[in-house]
T-cell receptor, first 116, second 114 residues
Framework: AQKVTQAQTEISVVEKEDVTLDCVYE???????LFWYKQPPSGELVFLIR??????QNEISGRYSWNFQKSTSSFNFTITASQVVDSAVYFC?????????????FGPGTRLSVLP | DTEVTQTPKHLVMGMTNKKSLKCEQH?????MYWYKQKAKKPPELMFV???????INESVPSRFSPECPNSSLLNLHLHALQPEDSALYLC?????????????FGQGTRLTVV
């Protein structure tokens, strides 16, 4: 069975600090997909990144970077020089590939508060 | 266009009412989903439609009835709901298979059952 753990329930930082959100996953599939989503107070889940199990390259997009390590089953997310607009709940998600659609399993989420 | 549109945004209904939630996407996705999200919890999968056929039903009570009239539309029919069904209902769409499998979500319908 697939499972996603986000050990940090809530994090508070002051603007311009760097912050890392942890994600650890469990799966028995050799092919799977990992995602990060942001959920601001408005409620919509905003897609941030997808990483396929066969691609361990880390990625940087502006102030965001992701560190995927299969050896430790982790997919951590770092925000550099955080801003107030980064305040939201962040979900890590896992999907095991099948032919009937994608069953996304979400972690419990980390609530990030960036204080001015 | 990565937009998934859900209507209505807010809904208050009585326990004897019948209502429907609607979802639309024009990204050519052939998988569509309904998720339920309670406050301070992650989204929980309810239903998945793949190529307009129901492929996953996560043991959802029959008072929730999904419908996929075509590849762009997804409905959720509600009948005889309970107050504990009050939640944010999120619709999403994605490609069902292949590499680019990220799901795009709508803004949700905040449902209150009174």
């Amino acid at each position: 069975a697939q499972k996603v753990t986000q050990a940090q329930t809530e994090i508070s930082v002051v603007e311009k600090e760097d912050v890392t959100l942890d994600c650890v996953y469990e799966t028995r599939d050799t092919t799977y997909y990992l995602f990060w989503y942001k959920q601001p107070p408005s409620g919509e889940l905003v897609f941030l990144i997808r990483r396929n199990s066969f691609d361990e390259q880390n990625e940087i997009s502006g102030r965001y970077s992701w560190n995927f390590q299969k050896s430790t089953s982790s997919f951590n997310f770092t925000i550099t020089a955080s801003q107030v607009v980064d305040s939201a709940v962040y979900f890590c998600a896992l999907s095991e590939r099948d032919n009937y659609g994608q069953n996304f399993v979400f972690g419990p989420g980390t609530r990030l508060s960036v204080l001015p | 266009d990565t937009e998934v549109t859900q209507t209505p945004k807010h809904l208050v209904m009585g326990m004897t009412n019948k209502k429907s939630l609607k979802c639309e996407q024009h990204m050519g996705h052939r998988a569509m989903y309904w998720y339920k999200q309670k406050a301070k919890k992650p989204p929980e999968l309810m239903f998945v439609y793949s190529y307009e056929k129901l492929s996953i039903n996560e043991s959802v009570p029959s008072r929730f009835s999904p419908e996929c009239p075509n590849s762009s539309l997804l409905n959720l029919h509600l009948h005889a709901l309970q107050p504990e069904d009050s939640a944010l209902y999120l619709c999403a769409s994605s490609q069902p298979t292949g590499v680019n499998t990220e799901a795009f979500f709508g803004q949700g319908t905040r449902l209150t059952v009174v």
